[in-house]
Each structure stands twice: as C-alpha cells, then as structure tokens.
C-alpha cells in the first residue's frame, strides 16, 4: 500500500511535466485578419452566421440544395467518415475499463501407455491498465479531437456543396438571361439584314453595307448556340452536384432574385466560431497537443492489474473431481529502459508535428482573412458598377434609336446603326454577368464565413 502511496503522489508531481494538460483553444486572431478597411467594425452579428434557407430564399435553389444535401456523394462520404471516428472515439473511451476474455482450455495426457489423464480449465481472465500516467486520457483526448474535426470537415463539405449549387444555379439563371437577349437581338438583326437587302435593291447602300449586316447577324446566331451550349454544361454541373443522370432543372429569373443588402462580417473571433476548415485545423493542432502528451506519458511505467477465476480440476500434480474454483491476482508494472533512444525520438517527432500544425492553424486563418476580404471587396464593385451599367443601357438605348432616325433621314449611314446595336448587346450582356457577380460575392462571402450550418 506504501507503495501505491508513492507512486500516486510521484504521479502527482508529474503533473507539470505536461501529460495532463488539456489543449486550450486559441483565443486570439491576427490583428486586421479581414484587413485594414474591415477590422474597425465591432458589429456582433455575422452574416455568416445566417441559415441558408434565409440566405437563398429562391424555392427551385432551396428543392436543389435539399437533394444535394441528401444525394451528393462528397457529403455521404463524410457523413461516413464522421462514423469512423465516433467509433474511434467509442473505443477510446472504452480503453478505461477492464477488458474480459473466457478462455477455457482441455487437454489430455498418458504416461508409458498407462490410461489417459483428462484436465480441463474454465476460467474468466480480466485485464486492466491504470491510466496513473495519462496514457489512456490523452488517446481517448485525441480520438475526441478526431471526432470533432470529423464533424468540421462534413461542414466543410456542406458549407461547400450549399455554395457549389447556389453558385451553378445563379450561373444558369444568368446564361439564361443572356440567351433571351441574344435571341431577341439575333432577331432585330435578321429583321435588318432584311432591311439592308432591300435597301441594297434600292441603293440606298452599298454591298459592302449588306456583307457586314450579314456578317454580324451570323457572329449572334453564333452566341445563341454557345449560350445554348453553355446551358446545357451548367445543368449537366448542377445534376452531377445532386448525383444524378442529366435532366432539365426548374428555375426562376435572374432578376427575381433578391439577396440580403446588408452584409455585416462580424469581428475576426466570431468566423472562427463558424469557418469549418479553422475549427478543423485547430482541432488537428488539437491531436497533434495530445499526441506530444502521449509520448512524453511513454517515459514513464505502465501498471496492469490482471486476474483470473473459474474452476480447474488440475492441482498442480494430481487431479480432482469434481472440479475446484481457483482464482489468482498479478499486477505489473513495465518501467521503459532500454526504449529511452525511441522514445526520445518519438517525443521530437511529435513535438515537431504540433509546430507543423500550429502553423497550418496560423495559415488557415491568415486564408480566411483574405477570402473575407476578397469576397467584400467583389461585392462592393459589382454594386457600384450595377449603376453604371444600368445607365450605359440606357444611354446606348438612345443612342441606337437615335441612329436608325437618324438612318431615315439620310443624316447617317447603317453602319453606324449596325454599331450601335452591336455596343447595346455587350452593355446588356456585361449587366447581366455584372448581376451575377455581385451574387456570387454573396455566396462567396458566405461561403468565407462559415455559412451554412442550418
């Protein structure tokens, strides 16, 4: 007992020797993590800290991210992974109590051709290992951490699917947008090379007036087929996202769609609280804490209390019968001696994979600030430039229709009509892609900060 004594409180001194500490969780952020312009803000609530359904409130999108959610099989891969590491971490938890083995043994035996003994054993053996040392803590610690970063990377998979799909369906509903005005331009430009042949007839212009007409007419039947084309890709994208064979996708407008307008970050502490792959990085330099503490626990003995009990009709040099219940007690105690040189190195090998994943922690967080940086600053151009396109539309609007009158009266030539035509196509296709921009920084700003939990 004065023994047990001695060991516990050796145990005790040990303690500041590190392989009882538990991993304390950061509790600081770089300074100007989001960058200068956007760490002075000291608002409390985050964007990213939205539902999605209240993010992307378009009823086909939500339909599509439902079935993703259920049918991708990224996020069915990590839902199984996420199982791989609760068992894991069962196990480890399990490792504190006493494992049980019911081992019986016969056997039979003669001596000089004399008539055969029969000996047999039915005994319950029971093995239990002391955690005095931290052994058992500090792996059941670490299966813990895996288990939480198993659930940070199933969010990191779904903040990215709830993403991929939003960002593939806005990508969709543009192009469609897109191809509405291509075709509707490709039919005022086939009306005018009808006029310019007739025109031509009359000569009122000449034949090179009629061969560029046509050529810009058959340059936007071409960027009908493309878009077309394009639709298509974007559906067969977003079909390969919900894991099934390609078909048609229900869709709204892109000019139905309404985003939140006021986009609050939060301060730096709060997206650690929300961005999956930091809480997955941090959790790694979690294990990597407690790995260090396992082999700094190897330096030090292991105690097993062992037993067993049962009945045996084996008595040393005789037998009885019937047979006799027998039990028995051994604890052992394995101090390392001649493992000092492995554990030494093991010790620095893991000392240096804490370092490594202290700094993959630092550098994650460093890629959030700048995702978050980037994400605001699209958002802000794209809503400053929708006004501009909005009256560079209108202003070539005018000034197309300006042409033609201008055409009538002889004061101009088609060719500046046809280029007035040609400039109004690119400003409203640039609107519509500019729309989709300034989405998809929304997404994308979402995305960066951790969106996507509910």
Not at 197 to 210: C, H, P
Request: net charge neutral.
């Amino acid at each position: 007992m004065k023994r047990i004594i001695a060991m516990l409180a050796a145990a005790l001194t040990l303690s500041g020797c590190g392989i009882y500490n538990k991993y304390k969780p950061a509790d600081s952020v770089p300074e100007g993590l989001y960058g200068a312009e956007l760490s002075g803000g000291t608002d409390t609530t985050s964007f990213g800290n939205l539902s999605w359904r209240e993010v992307f409130t378009d009823p086909y999108l939500r339909d599509l991210i439902d079935s993703a959610l259920v049918r991708n099989t990224d996020m069915r891969t990590a839902s199984l992974r996420v199982e791989e590491a609760e068992a894991s971490l069962r196990a480890a938890r399990l490792s504190y109590l006493p494992s049980l083995a019911f081992t019986p043994e016969a056997a039979v035996s003669s001596f000089d051709m004399k008539r055969a003994s029969q000996t047999y054993s039915i005994p319950v053996a029971a093995s239990w290992e002391v955690d005095i040392f931290g052994k058992l803590t500090n792996a059941k610690r670490k299966a813990k951490a895996g288990f939480e970063q198993s659930q940070e990377y199933e969010q990191a998979v779904k903040t990215g699917l709830v993403a991929g799909v939003a960002n593939a369906y806005y990508s969709l509903l543009m192009l469609d947008a897109q191809h509405r005005i291509a075709v509707e331009t490709e039919a005022i430009w086939k009306q005018s090379v009808e006029t310019t042949r007739a025109m031509k007839k009359a000569g009122m212009v000449t034949e090179a007036a009629l061969a560029q007409t046509e050529a810009n007419y058959y340059s936007i039947c071409t960027q009908v087929l493309d878009l077309a084309e394009k639709i298509n890709q974007a559906e067969n994208s977003i079909n390969l996202l919900l894991a099934r064979t390609p078909q048609g996708i229900a869709r709204g407008r892109i000019a139905e769609q309404r985003m939140p307008e006021m986009l609050s970050v939060g301060v730096p502490i709060q997206m650690l609280a929300n961005r999956p792959d930091v809480r997955a990085a941090e959790l790694s330099l979690a294990q990597a804490f407690y790995t260090t503490n396992a082999a700094r626990a190897a330096f030090y003995p292991s105690i097993t209390l062992s037993g067993s009990a049962g009945w045996t009709n084996s008595a040393g040099s005789m037998i009885v019968n019937p047979a006799k219940f027998v039990a028995s007690a051994v604890a052992q105690l394995v101090q390392p001696i001649f493992a000092r040189g492995a554990n030494r190195a093991n010790l620095k090998v893991a000392k240096a994979e804490q370092e490594v994943a202290q700094l993959t922690f630092e550098q994650t967080l460093l890629q959030a600030g700048v995702e978050v940086n980037e994400a605001v600053e699209q958002y802000q151009t794209a809503k400053a430039k929708a006004d501009y396109y909005e009256k560079q539309v209108a202003s070539l609007e005018t000034a197309t229709k300006s042409t033609q009158l201008l055409m009538q009266h002889g004061n101009t030539t088609y060719l500046e009509v046809l280029t007035a035509q040609q400039t109004l196509l690119s400003a409203q296709l640039g609107r519509v892609a500019n729309r989709f921009a300034e989405i998809q920084s929304v997404i994308s700003l979402y995305r960066a900060l951790g969106g996507g939990r509910m």
